[in-house]
């Protein structure tokens, strides 16, 4: 399979990268490295990138940012660019990749444990999970060609102890959880699922 990862070159990504990559032919995208740069916040950047790649199997997205702020200090615009980053950008991913997807491919984003249990200064990050998880509900019957798409949601990551404090009473979960939930939404039959790895 052809497969492109968004976020390749970041802490998920690149295990994700290296896990399908023994199997499969990889296109790594990154923000500022990789194979092609993408600025998923620019619908241009993004069809420029699938132009340079065509047509592909499954396109997997670990990318996108959000700002942690206590709800105190949150103005409009600071969780404005989390919506235009993380959520926005993984469902133009999506949006426009529906055009280059070969038939039978699939969508794999990538959501988080906060839209469902959510720690303090993470009302931005809850939201945009929330909505991604929502978006691949309601999208899923609407791909034709046999085309599927999940969103994995995942915990902490052990990998990312810098987060650890901010997760208080979370386990945080193994990278090979997150990639065998990514190869169950791209090598599986499941379509508009949340795919939760705790």
């Given at each position: 399979m ?10 998920l990504?690149k295990?994700?990268?290296e896990?399908f990559?023994?199997q499969h032919?990889i296109?790594?995208?990154?923000h500022?490295?990789?194979d092609?740069?993408?600025?998923i ?9 699938f ?5 592909f ?7 996108g940012?959000?700002p942690f ?7 409009g ?7 235009l980053n ?5 469902i133009?991913?999506v ?6 997807i070969?038939?039978?491919?699939s ?5 988080g444990?906060?839209a469902?249990s959510p ?7 809850s939201?945009i999970?929330?909505g991604?998880n929502a ?11 046999g ?5 994995i949601?995942?915990?902490v990551?052990?990998?990312s102890?810098?987060?650890?404090d901010?997760f ?10 997150v990639?065998?939930?990514c190869e ?8 508009g ?5 705790y």
């Amino acid at each position: 399979m052809k497969i492109i990862i968004v976020g390749a070159t970041g802490t998920l990504g690149k295990k994700i990268a290296e896990a399908f990559a023994l199997q499969h032919e990889i296109i790594r995208v990154g923000h500022t490295k990789g194979d092609i740069r993408v600025d998923i916040t620019s619908e241009t950047s993004i069809k420029n990138m699938f132009e340079q790649i065509g047509a592909f199997d499954a396109l997997i997205s670990t990318s996108g940012k959000a700002p942690f702020a206590p709800l105190n200090q949150m103005t409009g615009e600071v969780f404005k660019s989390g919506l235009l980053n993380k959520l926005l950008g993984q469902i133009n991913l999506v949006l426009i990749g529906q055009h280059y997807i070969n038939k039978g491919g699939s969508f794999t984003l990538t959501s988080g444990i906060l839209a469902e249990s959510p720690v303090a200064a993470g009302s931005a990050l809850s939201t945009i999970n929330g909505g991604l998880n929502a978006f691949v509900l309601a999208a899923a019957p609407e791909l034709g060609n046999g085309i599927r798409i999940n969103t994995i949601s995942p915990n902490v990551v052990e990998d990312s102890p810098t987060y650890f404090d901010s997760f208080p009473g979370e386990i945080p979960v193994t990278m090979e959880k997150v990639v065998k939930a990514c190869e169950k939404s791209v090598l599986g039959i499941l379509t508009g699922q949340v795919i939760k790895v705790y």
